[in-house]
DNA sequence: CACCTAATCGGACTGAGGTCCGTTTAGTAG
DNA sequence: CTACTAAACGGACCTCAGTCCGATTAGGTG
C-alpha cells in the first residue's frame, strides 16, 4: 500500500539495474512480437512472460498490468503521434485554429484506432484507461483547445466527453458490430466537433 | 455453438420448467440482496451461486454473464425507465420537443447512475454492453429523437456517440475521480445536446 | 403408478489476470 | 576478492468469470 515503492516503471530509469533494463527490454520485444504474431487478443500474460523468457512476477512488476503493456508497446508509435500534436504541421500541429485543430486530433486517433484497434482495445480495459499518461496527453491537448476556442464553456468536462467519443470499445462497435467505415466516423467526429466548438473568431480565412 | 440452444434467459418464459423458475427467483433475489449489502464490486459470481443455493452452471445457464445478471437485477428501474420514456409525462416523455427530451432522458439516466453506479459499471463492463436490451432501447430512443429533431445529421453514429457521454466508466471517474458534481455532468449534457442539436423550428414557446 | 426423455442441475475444471514471498543477483564498500 | 544489502527475480498460488458434462429431476405418457 506504499504508493512510493515498488511502482512499476513504464519508462527507462537511470537507476535501473542492469538485469531490470535487460528484462524490460526483452519483454517489450516480445510482447511486440506476439501481438503483432497473433493480434492482442490471443496473447495471455504467461504468453509474455515465457516468449520473454523471464517470470510471470517480473512481467506485473515492469507493467503492472496488461493494459499498461500494451500502451507501453503502443508508446513508440504515441510518441509520434504526441510530437505531431506538439511540434508537428499544422492543422494537427500549432498554427491552425483550435477547432481545426481538434477536428485534425480526431481523424488522427481515428486513424491510430483503426491501424492498432486490439492494441488499443487491450490498452483501454479498466479504470487504468483515464489514468494512463497517453490518456492524460490527449485530454491536456483536447482541454487547452476547447479552453481557447471557447473560453467560458466547462473544458474539463467537455475534453472527456469528446474524448469519450474516440474510446477503443465504441470504435470497435461502430465499425465491426455495426460495419460503419472510417470515413463515416471521421465524419461524424468533424460534426460533433463543429457543432460543439465554436469557430475561431479571428477571420475565417 | 448453436445459438438457437441454451440461451440465458433473461425474462420468465411460459414453457419454463418449475425448478428453472424456482431457481432463477432465487438467483435474483440473492443477487439484490448482496449486491445491496456489499456492493456490487464485492460481490463474485460464485457468491451469488451460494447465497442462491444453486450451482455456478446453473447462475451461468440463466444470466449467461455477470454483466447480464446486473442488467437483470437493475431491469425493475429499467422498466420504469422506459416507460416513462415512452409514456410518462413530457419533457421525458412524449410531447416535449425531441432536444427538450433528449436533454431529460440524460439527466434522469445520470441520476440513474448516480443512484446505481456500481451495479451500472458491473452492467457495462465487456462488449456485451453495446447488445443488452436495455442499451438498445436507449439508442433506439435517441435515435428517434434525433431524426425528428435533424433529419439530415448521421443519427446512428450520433446516437452511440451522444451515448458514449452517459457511460458507467466515464460517469465514475468524472464523479468519483475527478470529484465533479453531478449537477456539473448535467450542465454538461445540456450543452452538449443543445450544441449538437437543433432546437425545435415549431414556435419556441 | 411406472416409465421415459429432454430439460435442468451443479460442481469440478479451465484459463487468465494479478499477488506473494523465498531465492538470486547486481552493484558497492572495504 | 569477499562481504553485504537492496533490488530484482520467478514461479507457485489466488481469485474469479465462464465452460463442460455426467447426474438428476420435472412432467408428460400409457
Given at each position: 500500500m506504499n504508493a512510493s515503492f515498488d511502482l512499476p516503471q513504464f519508462e527507462p530509469d537511470a537507476s535501473e539495474r542492469a538485469d531490470a533494463a535487460r528484462n524490460r527490454e526483452r519483454i517489450l520485444c516480445a510482447a511486440r512480437r506476439l501481438f503483432d504474431e497473433r493480434?492482442?487478443?490471443?496473447?495471455s500474460m504467461d504468453d509474455v512472460a515465457e516468449a520473454a523468457g523471464v517470470g510471470k512476477g517480473t512481467l506485473f512488476r515492469r507493467f503492472g498490468s496488461r493494459a499498461s503493456l500494451a500502451a507501453a508497446v503502443l508508446s513508440e508509435r504515441e510518441r509520434g503521434f504526441q510530437e505531431a500534436i506538439i511540434?508537428?504541421?499544422?492543422?494537427?500541429?500549432?498554427?491552425?485554429p483550435p477547432r481545426e485543430r481538434l477536428i485534425a486530433f480526431g481523424e488522427a486517433l481515428l486513424d491510430t484506432l483503426e491501424a492498432h484497434t486490439e492494441l488499443l482495445v487491450a490498452a483501454e480495459t479498466g479504470p487504468v484507461r483515464y489514468t494512463h499518461p497517453a490518456h492524460t496527453v490527449h485530454r491536456l491537448h483536447v482541454l487547452l483547445l476547447l479552453r481557447e476556442a471557447?473560453?467560458?464553456?466547462d473544458a474539463e468536462l467537455l475534453a472527456d466527453t469528446l474524448l469519450a467519443a474516440l474510446g477503443a470499445d465504441l470504435f470497435v462497435h461502430l465499425r465491426?458490430?455495426?460495419?460503419?467505415p472510417l470515413e463515416r466516423l471521421k465524419d461524424g467526429w468533424r460534426v460533433l466537433v463543429s457543432r460543439t466548438v465554436p469557430a475561431d473568431e479571428r477571420l475565417p480565412a
Open positions: 493480434g492482442a487478443g490471443c496473447v511540434r508537428g504541421e499544422p492543422p494537427l500541429g500549432p498554427g491552425a471557447d473560453p467560458d464553456c465491426r458490430l455495426r460495419n460503419m
